[in-house]
C-alpha cells in the first residue's frame, strides 16, 4: 500500500537515502553495460562517481555551470544543511554535506518522477567524470 506524502515535506536526510540508491543503480547499469563484470573492477569503477569527494565535485561544477534550477538548488541546500547525526566516512563534513545535499536533489527528481530530468543530470555528470 503507497501512502500519499508530499515530497516537499520530506526532509533532506530522506531524499538524499532515496538518492544515494538511485543514482548508484544508474552508475552500475551503466559501468555494467561499459563491459565491467568483475566486482573489484565494478566497486573500484563505481568510487569515482559515487564517493562523497565525487558527489561534492560535481555538485558544485552544477552550480557553477548554473545547470541546476531554483527548485533543484532549494533541494540541495536542504539536504546539505539536514542534520545526519552521522560521521563522514573517509571525508570531512563539508564535503559529505555537499554530497547529501546532491543525493537528496537525485532523491527529490526520482520521488517527484521526474525521470527525464535525473537522467539529464546523470548523463552529465557520468560525461564530467569520463572527461575528468
Not at 22 to 28: D, E, G, K, L, N
Not at 96 to 116: C, D, N, P, R, W
Request: glycine content about 6%; some cysteine.
Amino acid at each position: 500500500m503507497t501512502k500519499v506524502v508530499d515530497v516537499n515535506l520530506i526532509n533532506g536526510i530522506a531524499l538524499a537515502f532515496e538518492g544515494d540508491a538511485v543514482y548508484s543503480t544508474y552508475i552500475r547499469k551503466y559501468l555494467i553495460f561499459q563491459g565491467l563484470t568483475k566486482p573489484n573492477q565494478l566497486h573500484r569503477k563505481a568510487t569515482h562517481y559515487v564517493s562523497a569527494k565525487a558527489q561534492a565535485m560535481l555538485i558544485n561544477k552544477m552550480l557553477e555551470a548554473q545547470l541546476l534550477t531554483e527548485k533543484e538548488e532549494d533541494i540541495y541546500r536542504r539536504g546539505r544543511n539536514a542534520n545526519a547525526n552521522t560521521k563522514a566516512k573517509n571525508t570531512d563534513i563539508v564535503t559529505y554535506k555537499m554530497s547529501t545535499g546532491f543525493e537528496a536533489v537525485m532523491g527529490y527528481l526520482h520521488m517527484t518522477e521526474q525521470i527525464g530530468r535525473l537522467e539529464e543530470l546523470i548523463d552529465w555528470c557520468i560525461e564530467t567524470v569520463e572527461n575528468g
